[in-house]
């Protein structure tokens, strides 16, 4: 066990860190081990006072996590809810962020990123602009029905 000046010492650091931008509990476990060591007893305390002091709320890590990198990464669902659960951040904390975006703020994104991605590729015909199209949705995250749903109807005009 640390002592207590290094337990407390940890403690304010890490309120330091989370005062100043979003962590989930899995990113303030390697930055506290990337400080330093901390045994488990000491790692558990740090993280429990960080929790109930509201410090790390997975909830809202979700919500700025799902809503930074869907507005400027320009990411769907799928990639978002792996990249959360990567972080181990809990199902109900994921759900909850993914919530945060409206259904029609999303389909206006990948409408955009398709027609802003057919302006810039060059194919042979149209099935082979389809196909790049898709490939490329599908991996910023976006759902397959919903590309295929896009493809079709901003291609097919």
């Not at 207590?4 to 930055?31: F, N, P, V, W």
């Amino acid at each position: 066990m640390a002592e207590k000046k290094e337990r407390e010492e940890l403690l304010q650091r890490a309120m330091k860190a989370c005062s100043g931008r979003e962590y989930c509990i899995s990113d303030i476990t390697a930055l506290l081990e990337r400080w330093g060591k901390p045994d488990e007893e000491t790692l558990h305390w740090v993280l429990d006072r960080l929790v109930k002091e509201k410090f790390i709320d997975e909830r809202r890590y979700s919500r700025a996590f799902v809503l930074d990198h869907f507005r400027h990464s320009h990411w769907g669902r799928v990639k978002l809810n792996m990249a959360l659960k990567q972080k181990r951040v809990d199902a109900a904390a994921i759900a909850s962020g993914l919530q945060a975006i409206s259904e029609e703020e999303y389909l206006e994104k990948l409408n955009s990123i398709i027609s802003d991605q057919q302006k810039k590729i060059r194919a042979k015909n149209r099935l082979d602009l389809k196909g790049k199209l898709l490939r490329h949705a599908l991996a910023k995250g976006f759902e397959s029905h919903l590309v295929y749903d896009a493809i079709n109807r901003l291609v097919d005009k």
